[in-house]
């Protein structure tokens, strides 16, 4: 099988890649691009772990070739920050204690941030029902729910972490 060169735009920059046809885009991301959050572990689509977002809906990245995300915006959980700054949604996680061995954890943030970007209030079910195909096997959901509620709704009374400071507030510390 011969390879193909082919153009992806990943978290806002287009690469120039020569592919196999039957090359997944999992292993596109992870082997030819560096970009090892998303993670196999079923590689069935069933787990969620290979989530990311391909214009803006979530995906199953072990189950779609390469191919079929040419002329797409695909974004990974290393698009979700700032550069170093984390996003909200991923500081929501670390201060809920919503993460334990992690292997999970990239693509429960990419299925909660398009939830998030679809509806910016959703309810404690519409958030269950939005991380249904995202197996965890640490931490029983609560947390990773919490996370993402409080993420939506942000409340100083909901919980014991402390909200993220932003870029201005610690700039106005540093004056």
Do not use: W
């Not at 993670?39 to 779609?64: A, F």
């Not at 409340?155 to 014991?160: A, I, L, S, V």
């Amino acid at each position: 099988m011969e390879k193909i060169g082919i153009t992806l735009n990943v978290n806002g920059k287009p690469h120039e890649l020569m592919i196999y046809p039957n090359e997944t885009l999992l292993d596109v991301l992870r082997d030819k691009l560096d970009l090892t959050g998303s993670k196999e572990s079923c590689g069935e689509g069933v787990c969620g772990s290979c989530t990311i977002h391909m214009d803006g809906k979530p995906v199953r990245s072990c189950l779609t070739l390469a191919l079929e995300a040419i002329g797409s915006e695909i974004k990974t959980v290393e698009g979700l920050a700032d550069g170093d700054e984390l996003s909200n949604l991923q500081q929501s996680f670390i201060d809920h204690g919503a993460v334990q061995c992690g292997f999970c954890t990239p693509g429960m943030l990419m299925s909660a941030d398009a939830l998030l970007k679809e509806n910016q209030t959703p309810d404690e079910k519409t958030i269950r029902k939005a991380l249904a195909g995202n197996i965890c096997r640490c931490t029983g959901y609560a947390k990773i729910v919490a996370a993402v509620a409080h993420t939506a709704q942000p409340q100083d009374h909901c919980c014991d972490c402390k909200p993220k400071e932003s870029k201005e507030s610690k700039e106005s510390k540093n004056v």
